[in-house]
């Protein structure tokens, strides 16, 4: 089992940024693969960043490459989400998921059904 709570979320100017951090409880942590998902109003649910449990593997999705940084600490059972430029339609409620994996296996995961445990979610504004 994996327990995860996140934090960081807020309001911010377009061009700002943001850190999000996922604390997770649970012995699996090392080898869970991790992401970060999204979800406006009226929209999916969408994959943001992904990593697998060693970092060697990271996915990120068009819309925040090259703005979005997402790591790892595996000593501190938190993931992260770094998020630089932001802009208003960068605004949604973020989730952090995990997906425990053999440590055989780097994998990562970008869809929904990819992951077994969900966060309750932190409100990203990004106000124009």
């Known amino acids: 089992q994996v327990h995860l709570v996140e934090s960081g979320g807020g309001l911010v100017q377009a061009g700002g940024s943001l850190r999000l951090s996922c604390a997770a409880s649970?012995?699996?942590?090392?080898?869970?693969?991790m992401g970060w998902f999204r979800q406006a109003p009226g929209k999916e649910r969408d994959c943001v960043a992904a990593?697998?449990?060693?970092?060697?593997?990271?996915y990120y999705a068009d819309s925040v490459k090259g703005r979005f940084t997402i790591s790892r600490d595996n000593a501190k059972n938190t993931v992260y989400l770094q998020m630089n430029s932001l802009k208003p339609e960068d605004t949604a409620v973020y989730y952090c998921?995990?997906?425990?994996?053999?440590?055989?296996?780097?994998?990562?995961?970008?869809?929904?059904?990819?992951?077994?445990?969900w966060g309750q979610g932190t409100q990203v504004t990004v106000s124009s």
């Open positions: 998921a995990a997906r425990e994996t053999e440590s055989s296996y780097d994998i990562l995961y970008y869809t929904k059904q990819g992951y077994d445990y």
């Open positions: 649970g012995r699996t942590f090392s080898r869970s693969a």
């Open positions: 990593i697998s449990w060693s970092g060697g593997r990271i």
